[in-house]
Nanobody, 127 residues
Framework: QVQLRESGGGLADSGGSLRLSCEAT????????MGWYRELPGTQRELVAT???????NYADSVKGRFTISRDNAKNTVYLQMNDLRPEDTTVYFC?????????????????????WGRGTQVTVSR
């Protein structure tokens, strides 16, 4: 089981900055990929940025050069530094993790990968 808790959302001026944090807790073995998604008005949930355990990153074209994702593996925490914010960035941002869990009993011992989502944190950018 993995629980994701986001923080750092809030209100920023156009051109301003915010830093989102997401801490993962639970009984997972590892978190191979962590990242951030968002739901823009009238759209499906879309990728903002992801980062692997090896620190390989992937960004949406709309945030390249403005947002930076990072992670602290020791703290099981992923961050999203958002600079040069625009009003169109306004939405709820969801933390994501791809975690490997270990299940063990007298009859079964296995690893399994599952996707987990945080509750979301609101980001609002004023015009």
């Amino acid at each position: 089981q993995v629980q994701l808790r986001e923080s750092g959302g809030g209100l920023a001026d156009s051109g301003g900055s915010l830093r989102l944090s997401c801490e993962a807790t639970g009984t997972f073995v590892s978190l191979e990929v962590m990242g951030w998604y968002r739901e823009l008005p009238g759209t499906q949930r879309e990728l903002v940025a992801t980062i692997s355990q090896e620190k390989s990153t992937n960004y949406a074209d709309s945030v390249k050069g403005r947002f930076t994702i990072s992670r602290d593996n020791a703290k099981n925490t992923v961050y999203l530094q958002m600079n040069d914010l625009r009003p169109e960035d306004t939405t709820v941002y969801f933390c994501y993790a791809d975690g490997t869990l270990y299940y063990a009993s007298h009859v079964l011992q296995t690893y399994a990968s599952h996707n987990f989502w945080g509750r979301g944190t609101q980001v609002t950018v004023s015009r």
